[in-house]
C-alpha cells in the first residue's frame, strides 16, 4: 500500500484511545458510513494514489523545499530547518486535503463540495481543488467575515466558487457552520461536506491526516538526505491540528525525534475568550460531532475563542492530537499574539520569508525552544505564507516595528 495510508489508528470506529468517533444524529451516521468506506476502498486503488501523487507534484509543486534558517539560526544560537509548504500553490498546506476531499468526493459520483470558512483560507483552497476538477463548490461564510475578509471572498467568486452569506446571529463562522451544515442535511447524497482540519466525525481527522502525511513523508526523507539523520526536534502550529498531524505522522515511531505542538495564547492565556489554547487550557469533552479537548462554557457550548491568527481560533482540537498528549509523545505549549507578530517580522527580515501569522506562532515556539537551550536540529512546519496578513499586520503592528505610513 502508499505509505501515505498506512497507519494504525484510529480503529475502525475513529477512536484515538478515547478521543475520536462520531457523536451525530444517525441520518448523518449512514453518510458518514457511505463516506468511510468509500475512503477505506480508494486510498488502496492505484488510480486514485497515482491520480492524487499527480496533482501533488505538478498542481500544487510537491515536493515542497527544506530550507536551511541560517541567520536565524545564528540569532538564537541553534540549527533551524523551514518545511516550505508557504511555497504550495494557494500558499499554505490546506490544499493537500482539498484536492483529496474533492477527488473522494469526485470518485463517490457527487456533484458539490460543501464547507463553511471563518478567515477564507478553506473556503480559497477547496473553491480551487473544485474549479480544477470540475465540482460545483458553496462556500458558507457569517456577513461579518464577508466583509472582513474581502481579498478571499473576491478569490472564491473568481474560481467559480457560490460565496453563501450566513446572516443570523453574530453573522461568524459558528452561523456560518450552523448554515452549511444545515444545507448539507437538505442533500447529503449529491454533495461533500469537506471539512477542513482533523476535526469532526470519523472519517474526517483519519482522512484529512492521511491527505496531509504526505509533508512528514518528504520532510522525513528530504532531512534523512540533506543531514544524514533525523531532526531532533519538530515544531508545528495547532489550529484544528492538520498541519501538525501532516508533519509528525511520519516520525511517531521515531523516540528520538521530539514532537512541539504550539496553540495560540492570544492576549492572555488566563482570561477567557482572549486565547485559543484548546489542550493547554481546555478539558475533555464532546463537541462538533467527536470527542477531544475543548474550551466549554458552563453550559458545556464551544468556548469564545480568539488569536491574532484567525486560522488558530478553533474551541476544539483534532482527536488524535489530545490522544498525543496524554500519552506524552508530544509537547503542547503555547505562544502569545506578541510573540507570533515578532517571529513574523524577525522571519521576514532575517531570511526574507514573510510567513502566515499562523505558522509565524511555529516559529516563535522554535525560537522559543532555543532560548530555553535546547540541542540539536529543529525543523519548523511552515504552514502558509503571509500574503494574506500584510495590510493587517502593517494596520496594527507597523509603527511598533518601524514601518512609517508613506501616504
Ligand atoms: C488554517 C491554517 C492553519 C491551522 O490549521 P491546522 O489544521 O491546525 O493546520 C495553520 N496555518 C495556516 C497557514 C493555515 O491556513
Known amino acids: 500500500m502508499n505509505k501515505q495510508f498506512e497507519h494504525t489508528l484510529p480503529n475502525s470506529e475513529g477512536y484515538f484511545g478515547e478521543y475520536g468517533g462520531s457523536f451525530i444524529p444517525p ?50 544560537g541553534c540549527d533551524i530547518y523551514l518545511k516550505r509548504e508557504d511555497l504550495n500553490h494557494t500558499g499554505a498546506h490546506k490544499i ?73 446571529g453574530r453573522k461568524t463562522l ?14 447529503p447524497h449529491t454533495q461533500l461536506y469537506a471539512i477542513g482540519s482533523v476535526v469532526g466525525p470519523h472519517p474526517f481527522p483519519m482522512m484529512v491526516r492521511d491527505f496531509q502525511s504526505i509533508i512528514g513523508i518528504e520532510a522525513r526523507q528530504q532531512f534523512q538526505d540533506m543531514k544524514g539523520q533525523l531532526p531532533d526536534h519538530l515544531v508545528a502550529c495547532v489550529g484544528g491540528g492538520s498541519n501538525a498531524m501532516g508533519l509528525f505522522s511520519a516520525f511517531l515511531e521515531d523516540s528520538n525525534v ?19 489554547a ?17 474550551l466549554k462554557d458552563d453550559k458545556g457550548e464551544p468556548e469564545k475563542v480568539y488569536s491574532v491568527a484567525s486560522g488558530l481560533d478553533y474551541p476544539a482540537v483534532g482527536p488524535q492530537h489530545a490522544y498525543l498528549k496524554d500519552l506524552g509523545r508530544v509537547q503542547y505549549g503555547v505562544v502569545s499574539d506578541k510573540e507570533a507578530i515578532d517571529a513574523f517580522f524577525e522571519l521576514s527580515r532575517l531570511e526574507g520569508i514573510i510567513p502566515a501569522i499562523e505558522s509565524a506562532h511555529a516559529v516563535a515556539h522554535a525560537i522559543n525552544l532555543a532560548k530555553k537551550g535546547s540541542k540539536g536540529t529543529i525543523l519548523i512546519n511552515l504552514s502558509g505564507r503571509g500574503d494574506k496578513d500584510i495590510d493587517f499586520v502593517v494596520e496594527n503592528y507597523g509603527k511598533q516595528y518601524g514601518i512609517a505610513s508613506l501616504i
Open 278 to 294: 484548546t489542550l493547554t487550557k481546555g478539558e475533555p469533552g464532546t463537541m462538533h460531532g467527536f470527542h477531544s479537548y475543548m
Open 96 to 168: 493537500n486535503h482539498c484536492l483529496g476531499e474533492v477527488l473522494l468526493a469526485k470518485k463517490m459520483g457527487k456533484t458539490k463540495v460543501i464547507a463553511e470558512t471563518g478567515a477564507g483560507q478553506h473556503g480559497v483552497a477547496l473553491a480551487t481543488a473544485a474549479a480544477l476538477l470540475g465540482l460545483e463548490c458553496d462556500i458558507h461564510m457569517g456577513e461579518v467575515d464577508i466583509a472582513k475578509e474581502h481579498p478571499n471572498v473576491v478569490r472564491m467568486r473568481i474560481l467559480g466558487a457560490n460565496v453563501i452569506p450566513a446572516t443570523h
Open 27 to 76: 441520518e448523518l451516521q449512514a453518510v458518514m458510513n457511505d463516506i468511510n468506506q468509500a475512503y477505506q476502498e480508494i486510498r488502496q486503488d492505484p488510480e486514485f494514489v497515482a491520480e492524487l501523487t499527480r496533482l501533488y507534484q505538478d498542481y500544487v509543486g510537491r515536493p515542497s523545499p527544506i530550507f536551511h534558517a541560517q541567520h536565524l539560526s545564528q540569532t538564537y
Open 174 to 187: 459558528k452561523e456560518a457552520v450552523d448554515s452549511a451544515f444545515q444545507a448539507y442535511m437538505a442533500d
Open 258 to 276: 521530539a514532537m512541539h505542538g504550539c496553540e495560540p495564547a492570544g492576549r492572555s492565556l488566563d482570561e477567557v475568550g482572549e486565547h485559543a
